[in-house]
């Protein structure tokens, strides 16, 4: 029979590597704790016409990256590419916003039909942050600063840099939309191709544009922050006050545009230098239009995501994890007539020990590979009964770590009170 593989750019994340994700995901959880943020658990599939209305029909998500395809009674259905658009659906449909002001936080997959490459995945994972009903900047100011609290307890504050923007409202974004596209179009067949399309579509992107010729071009051209209006200039210069105020260091790149429509005010991204072109670990900004958008009341909103899979090829590459312990007790039949007595001992031990791991080595096998599993497993100390210590009710205590070596013989009753004395440490933890 043909083997059959996973779908290019899905990835599995193997047992090896999930200690990291967990940690990774823990450190997130905590944090949002500590910030009072509440998790929203949202669906993986969505209307299509959810996607369309909220990213924008012209944007590189909707035009060629969503997963998008009709359910058996023809619904047109969308696997989630990013997480905002479920977030404020689901807000409003449970009235979530409705005199409330919350700060949410979500995590799980997303789909991008893009050109897999390293930090580039079909699937991959988001952490997301969105929090509505505030319209200052110190809500702004607040999601930058849990971020940057993120990398220090990552031990990545070194490795990314913060840039903002401001896009303005919607009406000096169609004027400098105006002024850009005049000043281009005396270019237009000097521009890289996608850039050429992007003129009459979201001619925004072109600033985005890695084309050296382009971005030559772009030297010359009209700035954002020229046309900004007088609300969203100050906006920007408190956040940014509010920013150095808490020490935090930036810098302002007036050509982050973001790829999705709804931005509006505030745009920011954390980057890196040590990921190749897939640069940014975490991006977000102000949406206030978009509830709006959506169906609801006028609702100001900013959130930010941040892509998981970069964050842990970042921390892989600066500290390779030793494979963690698996185990702290190792416990094994070292005859067939011994089983029932150490799977209930290990019960026992469990019930008596609840932080503590007690591994059971199914299977048996010789006292060799039994105690190569065990020395494997990184645990402490094996227990095991032979045929020795089944007829005298004992267990054997073998030290697997350190200088204690030697091996002692306990009755069973007394294995839980020496285990518990060994791990008490640990069980207070
Ligand atoms: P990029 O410019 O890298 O394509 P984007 O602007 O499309 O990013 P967003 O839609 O803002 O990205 O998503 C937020 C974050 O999610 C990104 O900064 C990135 O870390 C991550 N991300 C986006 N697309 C992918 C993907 N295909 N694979 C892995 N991570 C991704
Ligand atoms: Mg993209």
């Known amino acids: 029979m043909s083997r059959l593989n996973a779908i290019r750019g899905m990835n599995d994340i193997l047992p090896e590597a999930t200690p990291r994700w967990q ?110 009903g505030q319209a200052g900047p110190d809500m702004d100011a607040e999601l930058i600063l849990l971020t940057a609290r993120l990398w220090q307890e990552l031990g990545l504050a070194e490795s990314v840099s913060l840039e903002i923007n401001s896009l303005g409202e919607l009406e000096s974004r169609a004027q400098f939309r105006k002024a850009l596209v005049t000043y281009l179009e005396q270019f237009r067949t000097q521009l890289d191709d996608d850039s050429q399309r992007r003129l009459t579509t979201n001619p925004l992107r072109i600033l985005d544009s890695k084309d050296r010729g382009t971005q030559d071009i772009l030297k010359g051209a009209p700035v954002l922050s020229d046309f900004l209006d007088e609300d969203s200039k100050q906006h ?75 964050l842990v090829l970042l921390l892989e590459a600066l500290k390779p994890e030793p494979a963690p312990a698996m185990a702290d007790v190792f416990v094994m039949a070292m005859t067939p007539a011994a089983v029932t007595t150490v799977m209930s001992l290990a019960e026992t031990l469990r019930q008596g020990l609840p932080t503590t791991r007690i591994v059971y080595n199914c299977g048996g096998g010789s006292f060799k590979s039994q105690l190569r599993k065990a020395d494997k497993s990184g645990a402490q100390l094996a227990l095991l009964i032979g045929d020795d210590e089944l007829a005298q009710q004992q267990v054997s205590i073998k030290w697997l770590r350190g200088d204690q070596q030697e091996q002692q013989c306990v009755d069973l009753a007394q294995a839980l009170p020496t285990l518990q004395l060994v791990f008490k440490r640990g069980d207070e933890l």
């Open 23 to 132: 940690q990774l995901e823990n450190t997130l959880r905590s944090l949002m704790q500590r910030y009072g943020y509440s998790e929203i658990r949202l669906p993986v599939v969505e209307p299509t016409a959810l996607f369309k209305r909220a990213i924008g029909e012209v944007t590189d998500i909707v035009e060629k990256e969503m997963y998008s395809f009709e359910d058996r009674s023809g619904e047109p259905i969308t696997l989630r590419p990013e997480g905002t658009a479920g977030c404020v659906r689901a807000c409003l449909e449970h009235g979530l916003t409705h005199n409330q002001s919350p700060k949410l936080w979500y995590t799980g997959p997303m789909f991008r039909y893009e050109r897999p490459q390293k930090g580039r995945y079909r699937q991959f994972h988001q952490f997301g942050v969105e929090t509505f």
């Open 236 to 310: 920007f210069s408190d956040l940014c006050q509010l920013l150095d105020a808490c020490g935090i260091s930036y810098r302002v790149n007036s050509n982050l545009v973001r790829g999705l429509d709804y931005y509006n005010k505030t745009v920011f991204e954390w980057v890196t230098t040590d990921l190749g072109s897939q640069g940014t670990v975490c991006a977000g900004g102000r949406y206030d239009g978009l509830v709006e958008q959506l169906g609801g009341q006028a609702t100001p909103a900013v959130g930010f995501a941040i892509g998981l899979e970069r």
